[in-house]
């Protein structure tokens, strides 16, 4: 017997207790990450090295190497995705939308694939008993009263279906016959068998099994069926009959559960899946499943708008499970089912998932499973689902969502909980996610484009200058003064445009971005030593003041104004204005970067005054440097895709 964790119950908590796996926002977080840190370890070096063998001075090529690696290191990057992923989590709290972990907001916005159970999710949450049938389609209240009976005394946790029965029993005469049985045993129901049974002894001391299940996997057990008054045994010719007869059923809409029984000898107190052998089939006993839920159609439609394909994952039966399908506008034709999946690879079924949208007769591993597979293919796979049999597929989904009245074990796994079951609320949860990567991915843009450029401009002004291109102290100023700037970027707007279609974490696509922009403000920085060196004859240790208070400045506003240039992939406060709060620090920090060397303690940072020739040389840099930032930018969309 198997107790405790090696129960199928016991085995599906401990795979909930597990630690979860690596989201889509984990995988590119950590990505990211390793790009940057790649980055620092080939470039900080480099910067030391030359500036050691041109100037000589070690310690201050130490100081300075140590100021390039906090100005690349993007430490803005906690608060942006922290706030950003809060302000995500606040909007969904207005929805009535619980976030548990704050990274299920973006993952939300990633996700192309959203997979869902069907009853208490495309369906309403309750069944209605419909009626009972013999094996062969005749009606016969005799079969209601076995059913009634296995529900009323399972002890394990009752289905909607056990319930509708019970709720029924209670309106007619069978109710007053239940005084007259006592549990000896039962064989709770499991996911693999797909059915569950009791062992009753009546008062006249008559004892009975009871077996309550889904249709194929009862008739297997029987070796006799009832017609009428008459048993006969269970040959091909019956058995294919009485699927007949259970396929016409499901097709008329009804959910159905096949009962079969056999008399127990009395000297036997217990019993074991042995016992579920040589039943004979009473019948069936028929449910009406509730209408489709209202929100539902709308609900796919819009998730369809965004990119998102619908696929249902669930334990009932393909013929239900396909006409619920096509109320709610999805393709009801392609269907898998649990046993054809246990017979594929991994491989194989990978392939077959992509033109699938229902799986059907699943078990929890089988639904699981699916969901790796997905993700495996490359989609951001949620789910959303509310009992036991859901909760390792919401473990195993990017997303895993649940209800307020979901079982425990399935809220646990989930990284969002619905409070209220309207299905409209995920496409709510979708434009929140995009709109939250959206503003990280904005900072990831401008961060690593703008440092890779500032690294080509150290590189090449380490090299020929006599002195540091600017002092440490002033490096870390101006990156203390950029990412002031960058506060406003978790209240930014994000074009709508940028909300059609699922957004994933593409890190080839930010380091091809960030090589790509990068060497185009060197190419204003270069101008600018020209300008410095040249016209202003900033060009011994002598004038080093006045070149590195003119590059501070024109490094300072290119980074600030390529928040405005990058945040859209349109023409700037033209075409897409930034929100109000993202204006206020750009400008706040732009102005501080004007005045700086002309205030007391911009002195103390080793600035000095600019002449006032070289503003009109820097508003032909800057305007240049903006209008061929924009032309690059729309090159790259166009050629590239990505943005």
């Not at 990633?110 to 159970?117: E, F, G, Q």
């Not at 009626?131 to 009752?158: E, I, M, T, W």
Request: charged share 20%; glycine share 6%; proline share 4%.
């Amino acid at each position: 017997m198997f107790t405790g964790p090696d129960t199928y119950f016991g085995s599906i908590a401990k795979s909930i207790g597990n630690e979860n796996s690596k989201t889509s926002f984990d995988i590119g977080i950590r990505s990211f990450t390793h790009l940057m840190i790649c980055f620092l370890l080939v470039i900080v070096p480099l910067v030391f090295v030359i500036n050691g063998v041109t100037k000589g001075n070690w310690a201050e090529a130490f100081l300075f190497a140590v100021a390039i690696a906090v100005g690349l290191t993007p430490e803005m990057l906690p608060m942006i995705v922290t706030a950003n992923l809060a302000k995500g989590a606040l909007a969904m709290a207005k929805k009535k939308v619980i976030v548990k972990r704050l990274n299920a907001i973006q993952n939300f916005g990633a996700m192309d694939v959203l997979c869902t159970d069907k009853t208490g999710t495309l369906t309403e949450e309750f069944v209605v008993y419909g009626d009972s049938y013999d094996p062969f389609g005749l009606k016969d209240d005799s079969v209601l009263r076995f059913a009634c009976l296995n529900s009323r005394f399972q002890n394990g946790l009752k289905n909607f279906l056990d319930i509708a029965l019970i709720e029924h029993s209670w309106t007619i005469p069978i109710s007053k016959q239940f005084q007259e049985y006592r549990l000896i045993d039962e064989l709770p129901f499991d996911f693999e068998r797909k059915r569950m049974s009791v062992f009753l002894e009546h008062q006249n001391k008559s004892r009975v099994f009871i077996c309550k299940g889904a249709v194929e996997e009862v008739i297997a057990l029987c070796h006799t069926a009832k017609r009428g008054d008459a048993i006969i045994p269970m040959d091909s010719r019956v058995q294919e009959s009485c699927l007949s007869t259970a396929k016409l059923l499901n097709e008329r809409g009804l959910r159905i559960i096949a009962i079969a029984t056999k008399k127990m000898p009395s000297s036997v107190n217990s019993c074991d899946l042995y016992d579920e052998k040589d039943l004979t089939l009473l019948g069936y006993t028929a449910f009406l499943d509730p209408p489709t839920k209202e929100s539902a159609r709308a609900a796919v439609q819009a998730l369809t708008k965004y990119g998102v394909t619908v696929k249902v994952l669930t334990g009932d039966n393909e013929r239900v499970t396909s006409k619920v399908a096509k109320d709610v506008g999805l393709d009801g034709e392609s269907i898998l089912l649990g046993h054809e999946i246990s017979s594929m690879s991994d491989r194989e079924l990978q392939s077959a998932i992509e033109k699938t949208t229902i799986f059907a007769k699943l078990t929890p591993d089988q639904k699981q499973r699916v969901i790796h597979g997905l993700r495996d293919r490359g989609h951001v796979v949620g789910f959303i689902g509310d009992g036991i049999n859901d909760a390792p597929a919401l473990r195993a989904a990017d997303v895993g969502i649940s209800v307020n009245n979901a079982v425990d074990i399935a809220k646990e796994a989930a990284d969002i909980i619905l409070l209220e079951k309207d299905l409209l609320v995920l496409e709510q949860g979708v434009i929140e996610g995009r709109k939250v990567f959206g503003n990280i991915i904005k900072y990831i843009k401008m961060g690593a484009s703008s440092n890779f450029g500032n690294v080509f401009s150290m590189l090449g002004a380490s090299c020929f200058l006599p002195f540091l291109p600017m002092l440490p102290i002033q490096m870390l100023t101006q990156n203390l003064l950029y990412d002031f700037s960058q506060l406003g970027i978790p209240l930014d707007q994000v074009d709508e445009e940028y909300l059609v279609k699922p957004r994933k974490w593409e890190i080839s696509g930010i380091k091809r971005f960030m090589l790509f922009m990068g060497p185009v403000s060197s190419l204003f920085d270069y101008a600018t030593f020209a300008l410095l060196w040249f016209i202003f004859k900033a060009n011994s240790p002598a004038s080093q003041s006045i070149f590195q208070s003119g590059w501070f400045v024109e490094g300072l506003l290119s980074q600030t104004m390529i928040v405005h240039l990058i945040r859209t992939r349109k023409i700037p406060f033209l075409q897409s204005t930034a929100s109000k709060p993202l204006l206020i620090t750009t400008a706040l920090v732009m102005g501080i970067g004007i005045l700086l060397p002309f205030s007391s303690f911009g002195k103390g940072l080793g600035f000095v005054s600019l002449p006032w020739l070289f503003f009109p040389w820097l508003l032909v840099i800057l305007a240049s440097y903006c209008v061929l930032t924009q032309i690059m930018k729309s090159w790259f969309t166009k050629r590239y895709g990505y943005y």
